[in-house]
């Protein structure tokens, strides 16, 4: 077995998802050596270009060998493996099973992913539906919280790929209704994740039950020292791939934070969502108690919202999710673990209702909005308890966060040096009767200020001349937060406006 340190990386990028090239007519993904079921599935499904992750693991797993994958969710890694999975598949399908394999003459799976969570095991079983649609291959989903029968009679049924949670794939095969035999290709989609969930001793157990030749597929948004065990452990002799380092792929998301007195987070939520008219964000509390507390108040206030997290039954997941995504619900609220996987393409608008206590949760929870390329926003409420965990996720990220005031909700005390910094800033160009300087992203896809005097950002004018919608500071003052020195620049994208409507 090699070890991690010992891999030869094939291709290191640091392109975020956002570096995409424009269209092509041939998409591109023929080019990778995939088969013409393949890209008209893909084709079909609207994407014509690959992502930097897809033109790097495409070809690599075509080739075979183990492959081990740095990336996060939202660059398209899905795609990556499932679609040259589903060519190997093919090329490899026997026209007869084994006699005596004990499925009467069933299809026995072979291929099997494992993933964290029941909506991401959900969300790459739809992917290898749609990209599969060409294909004669079948696929379940296997995962707790719902009824075990239909998944024995889907496994009966016979499939050629399942993709599961550990936890109840073990159930399934404790009670002899999967036979992993024929199992050719393993995958384990966010390996970090499924160890921080506590998954390493069903991943072992599984490991061991699985037939010892087969190629296998690693992905995980980092590599801490477990991780690196289970690769040496797993991976044979295995291709690196990596792409959108973490502080890249929060770039493509604007940042901002909003101090407040907790006891008026809800209703500055509630103030936010109305005028800025935010029709579909996604909310994260830390708590399973707090998500439904939060969703009864803003129900209460007339925004339709649902919780999600562990707690809710798989139905009631699936259905807020399916709403969520329609547009029916404004607002769904989840814990980290919940929104795990959720993948909605072109989510706006993603709130830390309440930061998460480790300042990876951060990352992967703006990482919900901002997918392939697309842009988006993510706003954090914090309040002065908060600020220490707010300072852990500007280290670990490398970037000041923006800070945003929003009129009527200013916390009586700031324990926050940032925006202290900032408001002396502002009060020194009051002073000063500095002009206003226009903010805001100019004249964006329905950008607009909050209403009612709305935001500023700190650095800007919320104490000055300028008024709503007018801020000032020094001309060559840094616009909404700094970087520290050697660290990427904290975000501006979009000329620094605060907070901003869609
Ligand atoms: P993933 O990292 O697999 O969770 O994918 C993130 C998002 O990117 C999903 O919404 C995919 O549907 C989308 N996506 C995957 N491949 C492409 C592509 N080649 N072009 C544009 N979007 C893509």
Known sequence: MATAETLAPIAVSDAPA???APATVDGGFAALGLRDELVRAVLAHGYSTPTPIQKQAIPAVLEGGDLLGGAQTGTGKTAGFVLPMLQRLMLSAKPQLPPNNGARGKKLPRALILAPTRELAAQVEESVRIYGKFLPMTSTCIFGGVGINPQIQAMRHGVDIVVATPGRLLDLYGQGAINFSQIEILVLDEADRM??????????KVLAVLPPKRQNLLFSATFSDDIKALTDRLLNNPKMIEVARRNTTIEVVDQSVVLVDKAH??????HLIREQKWTQSLIFTRTKHGANRLAEQLEKSGISAMAIHGNKSQGARTKALAEFKTGTLQALVATDIAARGIDIDQLPQVVNYELPNVPEDYVHRIGRTGRAGASGQAMSLVTNEELPLLKDIERFSKQVIARV????FNPALIADPVSTTADARDAEWAARGGRPAP?????????????????AGYGGGAGGAGGAGGGQRPPSGPPRGRAPAGAPSARPRTGGGGARGR
């Open 439 to 455: 903010r805001g992203r100019p004249g964006g896809s329905g950008a607009k200020r909050p209403s009612s005097g709305g935001s």
């Open 18 to 20: 956002a570096s995409h």
């Open 195 to 204: 160890l921080d969930m506590g998954f390493i001793h069903d991943i072992k």
């Open 405 to 408: 005031k929003i009129e009527g």
């Open 265 to 270: 987070k809800a209703k500055l939520l509630v």
